[in-house]
C-alpha cells in the first residue's frame, strides 16, 4: 500500500513538474502569438547628430493581446541587431512598459505623435517588473536589442519614421532636449 501510494505521489509530481517547466525555461505558454504572425514593416530612425537614417525590419504590435505580448519568450539569437518591435497606440497615451517573461536585455525609443523620439530607456533588463515610463504620452514605442541606441547615437529629439505606413504625415523638425 505505502509502495503504491509513494508511486503515485511520485506521478503527480512528475507530472506537475512537467506542466511548469516549460514556463521557467522560457518557453511560450499556450496562447502566445509566435513571432513570426506578428504583421511586419520597415522603420527608420532618423539622428540629428550624424544626420543618418537607421532602418529597421520591425514586428508591429498592435493590437491588446500583441502589444502586451511583444517581444516575450523571444531569446536574444532571435533578434538580429537591424530588427526592432514596434508597439502602436492610438489615441496618444502614457505608456508603461516591463520587462516580466522577456529574455532579452532591451533598448525603448518612446515616440510622439510627431514621430519625435522623447524618452529612451537603454539596457532594459531582463524579467525586470520595473514600470518603464514614456513621461509624456506617446503614440509608439520602439524596442531594439539593447546597445543600439549608444552604437547608433539615437537621442531625445531624433525622429522615427513608419516608412511602410507613410508615418508621420508632417515633416516637422524635431526639439532638442532642454
Known sequence: MAARLSSRLAARLLFALCAVLPLTLGAAPTGTVPLSAFPRERIAVETRASFRRHLFDAWRAETPQTREQGFMFVEEREVRPDQAMIFIYDPPQYVGMWMRNTLLPLDMLF?????????????????????????????????????TVAAQGIAVGDRVLRLDAGWPADDVACAAPR
Not at 517588473?129 to 506617446?138: D, E, F, H, K, Q
Open 111 to 147: 515616440v510622439d505623435q510627431r514621430g519625435c523620439v522623447v524618452t529612451i530607456k537603454q539596457n532594459a533588463k531582463p524579467g525586470s517588473l520595473a514600470t518603464i515610463g514614456s513621461r509624456v504620452p506617446v503614440v509608439l514605442v520602439v524596442e531594439l536589442k539593447a546597445g
